[in-house]
């Protein structure tokens, strides 16, 4: 297991959910929830910067089937252009989102979030499930999640 701290990010189109793991990648924790659109991308660099990240795991939003749709397409553009945002320092990988939203709104309501509570952290409570899935992935593999986003630079 590679030691450094991640972010994951939770791609909507209205909202970005972030998390972030601890330096040993054991556990992600939600982060906070960015504003989509003008300056969402100079954002989540600076909480590059601000935790030091070695990457950023972006969700990749697939259908039960594995096929993409319009979603996911968005999501490899945004992960592309936060590649180049980000290059060459800190690596992008983008890492299947199956169900991430739906365990998060699960795990919200059993803990007792409902309502406008819920809908002001699922997006980084998302990100949380999609980077802890992907550490783990990483740590029963011994590989690198996800496949990595070559930027347009």
């Given amino acids: 297991m590679r030691q450094g701290v991640r972010l994951g990010v939770d791609v909507g189109s209205v909202r970005i959910g972030v998390s972030r793991c601890d330096p040993s990648g054991i556990l992600a924790s939600p982060l906070e929830t960015v504003k989509r659109g003008k300056g969402d991308l100079d954002l989540l660099a600076g909480l590059a910067a601000e935790h ?4 950023v795991v972006v969700g990749l939003p697939t ?3 594995g096929r993409e ?3 996911a397409q968005d999501a490899r553009r945004f992960a592309g252009l936060l590649a180049d945002r980000l290059a060459p320092d800190v690596a992008v990988r983008l890492y299947d989102e199956r169900l991430t939203t739906v365990t998060a709104e699960s795990g919200l309501r059993a803990g007792g979030v ?6 002001k952290v699922v997006d980084m409570a998302a990100a949380a499930v999609l980077l802890q899935a992907a550490l783990d992935g990483e740590r029963l593999t011994g590989r690198p999640p996800g ?5 347009s630079s």
């Fill in 69 to 71: 749709g319009p979603a």
């Fill in 114 to 119: 409902h309502g406008q509570a819920r809908r």
């Fill in 147 to 151: 496949e990595i986003v070559r930027g």
């Fill in 52 to 55: 030091e990240v070695i990457e």
């Fill in 63 to 65: 259908s039960l089937s």
